[in-house]
């Protein structure tokens, strides 16, 4: 027999049986999350947009200076899902993408020091015109982790059964996996974190 406990805003544990946690595995199942994953894939294809529409227009300042806040909008809500899923925060962490874990308060006080200040002036870096592609093919691919995130979430938490429900779990934190690669692939050609967001 299955063991199955789940708290309001608390991950879902799953196991095989009650004398076998061993083989626990922790399914966080916020359904704030749902709505963060969807936020960071609309996002990413906003960057990637806006990365492409500064190399193939006349006015690039104008969707760098976009894609720039749009980066940083991916910082805040990646941060706010490490904080709400351990097993992403964990996976973000082994893919060297610790400025996408929450480790201090996502947003600073208004009064900002010189460094801010200075880092403010920060410039998007336009990856090379031949890297475009790869970057919308990792922003698909980082697209549709996200998607298949969500539905198994969703999926363990209709399910009825509990070997289903442990199925769905596993292939939910296998899934985070894929994010974290995604994203540590697209950060080496799009530049980012950008500077403002280091601590």
Known sequence: MAMFRARKNKPKVLA???????????CPSD???LLLRDAAADERNAIAFYLD??????TPQLFLDVAEDEMEHYVEIMREISR???VQAALLSEAGLDTLVMSRPLFQSKSKTA???ALKDTQVILPDKKEMPTVHLLTRALN???LAT???QRYMLTAENTEVQILFCHLMNEE???????????????NEPLPLEHD
């Open 16 to 26: 095989e049986t009650a004398t076998d946690l061993c083989q626990v595995e922790v």
């Open 31 to 33: 359904p704030d999350l």
């Open 53 to 58: 529409a500064a190399r193939n227009s006349c």
């Open 84 to 86: 709400l899923d351990p």
């Open 115 to 117: 460094k801010e200040i």
């Open 144 to 146: 549709d982790e996200f």
């Open 150 to 152: 969500n539905k198994y």
């Open 176 to 190: 985070k996996k894929h994010i974290a690669e995604f994203t540590a692939a697209l950060f080496e050609i799009t």
